[in-house]
């Protein structure tokens, strides 16, 4: 009978652990390179780009619709591609950058099968940003550059025939922004001292820009498209007079609202839709704790609905279209699904499957990201998502609490790739959408500014509370850890709090904010000024600045500690970083750290990846493993 009951319980013991690990997925499948991926179609319709791993490389292929037949367009050694798109119904160009902190890049254009490849630079230190990709002439692209001033950008006429740059308008010193309209013409550009933006408008390419409009950073103008109906017409997403961002008709001649497309007190626009084919605005995406799409037409409502009914249940966006609005590469996601790349085709409302996001992932395996909002304890409402590991009950759980990044995000709903490793890890996963966090209009962004050593921190806090109250959060479990200023945010907390966190992490974190502040390029430099304002002046609020700075705190730390850092990451002072752990273990403060590489190189980028979710991943164990 003992032999028995033996035997009945090392099986039930083996079928127990294999039930364990069948739902524990590895790490590398959160965080596998995309086979395919950066679907562009061509304006004609009859013709599709992507990238595609190749021998430890993403490289470029251009596909025929109709045949079906595929070209590899590139044979990459040294550098990446960081992206592509097609200037013609023939021809594409591509931008590769290579590994070093410089970037130094390349320019491309490249006959869709393969022939004629002509290099239109080679090697530059400088940035390109495309202002407008299709052909002027059969011959022109409208790009900026800083290849004069590297703290400026300059607009130039490029010539994709011989690679010649002849500048059309150069940067008096304050431009940030540059637009042009629906003909290709330079009419608009962004002013700004860093505080204060200004937008100016020329009414041709003959004249001088004239200021129109003038706001401060905190308010929202961002132009969408000009109206090819109207003249002296902007389409923009707004605050302007306004908490909520809204959609507007702006006069450029007076810089006043002429109509308001869609506005809503509690609603706040993020995106719109502007079609060139069609001349109109098509809609207006707002964000609540999801997404949602506002219809400006009944025609447009009922074209977009053939595609919820395709794909029900499911989150879409147009990630390109043909000239005519009739061949769309759509990208599809959920809360628990990465999702895939289709190809629609509007004339007979079919889907075809390009390609899956990540093939390893299988939805019903992953966790729901719910809403949840709470009290601050200033009586401030609070917003965020909760993820729990699938199959728990929502009682006495591990928890790791995941600020965002920042100064200006928030967390949005569909899938993240963290959240669902964590929980399938079994934790429960908080994300917090803290004072600061844009998407919740300019009273409550505002609210964060130099807060990040105090109110940003105990609205994190207040979240872990919260679910403490609600008895979701074994209060003997808690970790933060975050990226970014995510990771600023989780180290704060756990040196202030060492009841509540039992350990945290910090992933190419901010750990001095006087470091932070002189890592940006010389193209940002216009920007420090608002950075000053949200995250505060290293010359005259110094005493603040040393109080919420990590690094001048190492005597306070107690608890475990997680730091990753990518010694090729421009915007962190790895020495800095390397010199801080050093004085936490001289305090016996155990300390995990591990080096990794994020570069354009997406093997070694996966690699990187993978090895530090699985040493995050020993260290939660480790210190949150044990009731």
Known sequence: MLKRILLLFMVAFIFACKGKNDSTIAVDDFFKTQDKAYYRISPDGKSLSYLKLQ?????????????????????????????????????????????????????????????????????????LRVIEDQLIDDKYIIVSSNKRDSTLFDVYRLNVRNGIMDILAQNPGNFSRWMTDCRGELMLAIASDGVNETLMYRENAGKAFKPVISNNFETTLQPIAFSEAKSHTLYAISSVNRDK?????????????????????????????????????????????????????????????????????????????????????????????????????????????????????????????????FKSSDGLTINGYLTLPKDKKAVN???????????????????????????????????????????????????????????IQNDVNDGARWLIAQKIANPKRIAIYGNGFGGYIALNCLYKNPDLYKCG?????????????????PFLKAKLQMYYEIVGNPVTETDYMRFASPVFHADRFRSPIFIAQNPKDPSVNVAEGVQFIKELKKRNVQVTYIEKEEGPNPVIRQQGRTALYKALEEFLQENLGKK
């Open 55 to 127: 021998n430890k490389k993403l490289e470029l292929f251009a596909e025929d619709l109709a045949s079906g037949k595929s070209v590899q367009l590139t044979h990459l050694n040294d550098k990446s591609i960081s992206f592509h798109f097609w200037t013609s119904n023939n021809e594409l160009i591509y931008y590769t950058e290579d590994e070093s902190k410089e970037r130094r890049s390349d320019l491309f254009v490249i006959n869709k099968d393969g022939s004629k490849q002509v290099q239109l630079y080679s090697n530059e230190k400088s940035r």
């Open 505 to 521: 992490g910090s992933n190419s974190g901010v750990i001095n904010l006087f470091s932070y502040l002189k890592t940006f390029p």
């Open 245 to 373: 961002n809204a959609l507007v008709e702006l006069d450029l001649l007076n810089g006043k609202e002429k109509r308001v497309l869609f506005a809503n007190d509690t609603l706040n626009v993020v995106d719109a839709a502007y079609s060139r084919f069609r001349k109109k605005m098509l809609f207006a995406t707002y964000e609540t704790w999801k997404r949602e799409k506002y219809y400006l037409d009944d025609s447009t409502k009922l074209a977009y609905s053939k595609i919820d009914q395709l794909l029900p249940g499911t989150e879409w966006i147009i990630a390109d279209k043909d000239r005519t609005d009739k061949v769309f590469v759509i990208r599809t996601f959920t809360d628990k699904n990465p999702g895939s790349y289709y190809l629609y085709t509007a004339a007979d409302n079919k889907l075809k499957k390009l390609t899956d996001v990540s093939p390893a992932i299988k939805p019903d395996d992953m966790s729901a990201m719910t809403p949840i909002s």
């Open 397 to 455: 759980l591990p928890v790791v609490v995941f600020p965002h990044n920042g100064p200006k995000a928030r967390n949005s709903w569909g899938y993240n790739a963290e959240v669902q490793f964590l929980a399938n890890c079994g934790y429960a996963v908080l994300q917090v959408n803290y004072r600061g966090s844009t998407g919740y209009g300019k009273s409550f962004y505002a609210a964060g500014f130099k807060e990040w050593g105090d109110k």
